[in-house]
């Protein structure tokens, strides 16, 4: 046995004696290749690119409606014409998918102002129109929220007093921006109630600073982008319709 051990020992020492140890050094060197009009277009490449690039512009281009005035987020003081058309887009296009799911209509709808990237311009409505609107691939959801967290929404929008887009509730302010009403299908938010709002998920999420949407009582995924419901609602009407209302709006001398 110790003869064993002892050849063991000496066949780990023959082993390890034997290994080299070789060092590697690397040079790196840098360049740095402007990318402007100097470099050469490989036509091999543009050649192969462009049926692609003229069909997506095609695509992109083609009118779906008409919009007879420019529509943009300066429109109003706490409700603008193209913030009112994205969240009545939303509550149109969505609700259908919610009943069917789950036999529940949605009760509001709140997007935020900054989400609106682009203005609407006069003139012909196109896929790349709604896709200035909305560049981002925002999802609809909605989100099934007590009556408290109703009144914190609200007073998120007290706080802002900024012409977040909504649809379904009417919510009148005073002049330092003082919910004085608020109301959904001409009743007042009940606290004892839930209510179902569909917004997207990025401020479902807490962007923008919307707490009130964490946690809810039950979150519903409609499998719809906001932009394609965008692209969707241009393709099923002639002419856009959209105009600032009294849906969110700040009362004098109240």
Known sequence: MKFYRLAYILLCFFLISSCKTEHYSAKIEEKRIAIDSDIQQDTSITNFIQPYKEHINSVLDSALAYNPSNLSTS?????????????????????????????????????????????????????????????????????QLTGAKMKEMLQYLEDAGTAHPVSGIKIKMNDNYKIVEATIDGKPIDTSKTYFVATSDYLQQGGDNMAFFNNPEKLYNVDYKLRNAIIDYFRKVDTIEAKVDNRFIRIKDL
């Open 75 to 143: 429109d109003g003081d706490l409700n603008t014409a193209i913030g009112n058309l994205m969240a009545d887009i939303v509550l149109e296009q969505a609700n259908p998918v919610f009943r069917q799911r789950t036999g529940h209509n949605i009760d509001a709808v709140l997007l935020n102002y900054g989400g609106i990237r682009s203005t609407l311009n006069k003139g012909k409505v196109t896929a790349r129109s709604a896709y200035a609107l909305m560049p981002f691939e925002n999802e609809i959801v909605v989100a």
